[in-house]
């Protein structure tokens, strides 16, 4: 019938039914000056930024359309620019930049976590993070 094995026609998308799409983005470094000590503030630190986006429509998964979901190329930019920005003393205020995922339309929940990976304890760890999840207004 001429279908190539490894391809997925676009009537075999839809036949489950409405599906969870969740967009990731992993790992995304970014120098800020965030802390409650001074000099944090004034060194500057590596952040780690983790955002997980459950999508409001699998319509992309049927258009192959960019509109239809994340552009989490534009998403990283902000990101970026949201914590290397104006300074905050705690991660669960930073961890705020989930607003901004939630801005997007095609969001309807998303889940944060900033890590800080040279925090200043006199413990030995990996590092410290904070998670947040958020739910679009409406949802």
Do not use: N
């Not at 000590?37 to 930024?49: A, D, T, Y």
Request: net charge negative.
């Amino acid at each position: 019938d001429g279908r190539c094995a490894g391809r997925m026609d676009d009537d075999q998308w839809g036949r489950y039914g409405m599906s969870d799409l969740v967009v990731t983005i992993s790992g995304l470094e970014v120098v800020g000056h965030h802390g409650v000590h001074p000099e944090e503030r004034v060194l500057g630190q590596r952040f780690v930024v983790d955002v997980e986006m459950f999508l409001a429509h699998d319509g992309a998964a049927t258009t192959d359309a960019l509109t239809d979901t994340v552009d989490y190329a534009t998403l990283c930019d902000d990101i970026s620019a949201i914590v290397a920005g104006e300074p905050v003393a705690l991660l669960e205020r930073l961890a705020r930049v989930a607003d901004r995922a939630l801005a997007d339309p095609a969001v309807r929940a998303a889940t944060v976590t900033i890590a800080k990976p040279h925090v200043a304890i006199p413990h030995v760890v990996d590092d410290v993070s904070v998670s947040l999840h958020a739910v679009a207004d409406g949802s």
